[in-house]
């Protein structure tokens, strides 16, 4: 059971840094994001090709950051130069990036079992597979809040978050909307392929469809964090999206042990967003509800 | 100072919905003049102020802002000269910004943004100044959301915005008409204070014949089916 919640709990450390990339774009920038579903196996395959090659994996693990950045400057340009909606920019540079990601792999699956990896070093002073990973992922994750936090309250950072906000009134300040939503795009998805490229090596492999689901499970994960831990500082709303990654893991760990069908996950994952999308509105409805039983009670 | 000449704008052309906004309208400002155009709904009045904001493509005529043609200039470019309040109160505003946060957008206006922190000690200070002679209170709320104002209080800050850094033109769009009665009354004692205080050029459109001719100094023209009866 420890070794299961463990996994769980590192899985889920690797997964939030794609869940902040998430929160920059739907929450940020106000934009569904689906070039994301791509921009992982790309992040996976970058990294596993380079470490095949026996390259240093923490260059490779960066050069599959950088690999997501152009994704997203790909996703940003469709977007904000062909004027195409930016769902459906998304969806281009996602379905472009599943034919990128075989030529990179060179296969539909790449392991680098026995391999060096940026767990590697942890692991062979004695500390145990996940705990390893948890001390990289949690390290790392760390760091990019700080960064974040830092880079969201400097100029630059407040005009993409008042981007996000209302265009308009953004333009009239003389701040260009466009390179302000490339920009998001390009930290969201470099987030993204780095986080694919540290889940490819905590598991010693990367494969072309583990990106599909993506954005829900980041939109669950997110969602996750802001109702059980969200705040009022930007501070606290990114480390509960951390917390939030981890407790989507433990809940799936936890259903998986209570002996639902594996394959069924996506379904559950996809219904539990739904609910959560829904909630909102969901509240009032019952407030509404509730309103008209007192009055047929009276 | 702003020179506006056969301003053309049809929208939708060749489609059953074409409408024609705009027909040569001419139009001059000098330096200090505070100019008011009046006109009915669908008159055009905000087709010359986008015009002349950049928020879309004339389709003919030329417009020059202190000598610079800005005809062809994208909308963010020529926001450098120009400070704009709308008429929904809302939109000048980034409502899950903070006050001081909204204020420091507005105070880089027309600048590069650089990764220094985006609200200095210094420019609080002078906020906090600022906002206490709006006598709405907000000095002390410098960390609230905007989103949590009214219209009113949003639209007297959009206009400290707007005002901030001295534009070469400020531009009105109606920017009272979607407030009541005696919150218009204060936002425009407000915008006389601030356009007297810093001897800015107005260009001000307003379906209200009164506040038209109280506030314009140039009480400029009225707009009608797309031409400028009076100048």
Same mark, same amino acid.
């Given at each position: ?298 | ?17 074409? &409408?024609?906004? *705009?027909?040569? %309208?001419? !139009?001059? /400002? ?6 008011? $155009?009046?006109?009915?709904? @669908? ?84 906020? &906090?100044?600022? *906002?206490?002679? %709006?006598? !709405?209170? /907000? ?6 959301? $905007?989103?949590?104002?009214? @219209? ?80």
């Amino acid at each position: 059971m420890t070794q299961v919640l463990l996994g769980a709990v590192s899985l889920g450390i690797l997964w939030s840094i794609m869940t902040i990339g998430v929160y920059i774009t739907y929450r940020i920038l106000d934009i569904a994001d689906l070039s994301v579903e791509g921009t992982l196996p790309l992040g996976a395959a970058v990294a596993c090709f380079m470490i095949t090659r026996d390259i240093n994996p923490y260059l490779a693990s960066f050069c599959a950051l950088l690999a997501g950045c152009l994704a997203g400057l790909c996703t940003g340009l469709l977007h904000t130069k062909l004027k195409i909606p930016a769902l459906l920019s998304g969806i281009l540079t996602m379905i472009a990036l599943y034919s990128i990601n075989l030529r990179v792999m060179g296969a539909p699956n790449l392991s680098i079992l026995r391999m060096e990896t940026v767990f590697r070093p942890l692991a062979r002073a004695g500390m145990s597979n996940s705990a390893a990973i948890i001390t990289v992922g949690g390290v790392c994750a760390l760091l990019l809040i700080g960064i974040l936090y830092w880079f969201f309250g400097t100029e630059l950072g407040s005009a993409i978050r008042a981007t996000g906000n209302n265009q308009r009134m953004v333009r009239a300040q003389g701040i260009n909307t466009d390179t302000m939503k490339i920009l998001g795009l390009v930290i969201s998805n470099g987030l993204v392929g780095l986080s694919g490229a540290l889940i490819a090596q905590s598991q010693s492999f990367a494969d072309v469809q583990m990106g599909t689901g993506s954005i829900v499970i980041g939109l669950a994960s997110l969602i996750i964090g802001e109702v059980l831990f969200g705040g009022k500082s930007f501070f606290r709303r990114l480390v509960a999206l951390i917390l939030g990654a981890v407790v989507y893991r433990l809940i799936i760990a936890l259903v998986l042990e209570l002996g639902m069908n594996p394959n069924d996950l996506k379904l559950f994952t996809a219904i539990t967003v739904a609910l959560a999308l829904w909630l909102p509105q969901g509240r009032e409805l019952l407030r509404t509800f509730r309103k008209l039983l007192a009055k047929e009670g009276n | 100072m702003l020179y506006i000449k056969d301003l053309t704008k049809v929208f939708n052309p060749g489609t059953v919905n074409e &409408k024609t906004a *705009l027909t040569g %309208l001419s !139009l001059h /400002l000098a330096p200090g003049d505070f100019v008011t $155009v009046i006109g009915g709904n @669908g008159a055009g009045k905000s087709t010359l102020l986008n015009s002349v904001a950049g928020v879309f493509p004339v389709d003919g005529g030329q417009v020059t802002l202190d000598g610079q043609d800005i005809t062809r200039l994208s909308e963010h470019r020529r926001a450098r000269y120009l400070g704009r309040v709308f008429q929904d109160p809302m939109m000048g505003t980034a409502a899950d910004m903070n006050i001081e946060e909204n204020l420091a957008l507005a105070y880089r206006r027309g600048q590069r943004r650089t990764l220094k922190w985006g609200v200095s000690a210094a420019e609080r200070a002078q906020y &906090k100044d600022l *906002l206490h002679e %709006l006598d !709405l209170g /907000l000095e002390k709320r410098l960390t609230d959301k $905007v989103g949590l104002l009214s @219209g009113g209080q949003r639209q007297a800050l959009t206009l400290l915005m707007a005002t901030l850094k001295a534009p070469k033109l400020l531009l009105l769009d109606e920017h009272t008409a979607a407030l009541d009665p005696k919150t218009a009354a204060k936002v425009l004692a407000l915008t006389q204070k601030l356009v007297e205080e810093n001897h800015l050029t107005t260009l001000m459109v307003t379906h209200n014949m009164h506040d038209a001719i109280r506030l314009g100094k140039k009480t400029g023209g009225a707009l009608d089916n797309d031409r400028l009866l009076l100048s």
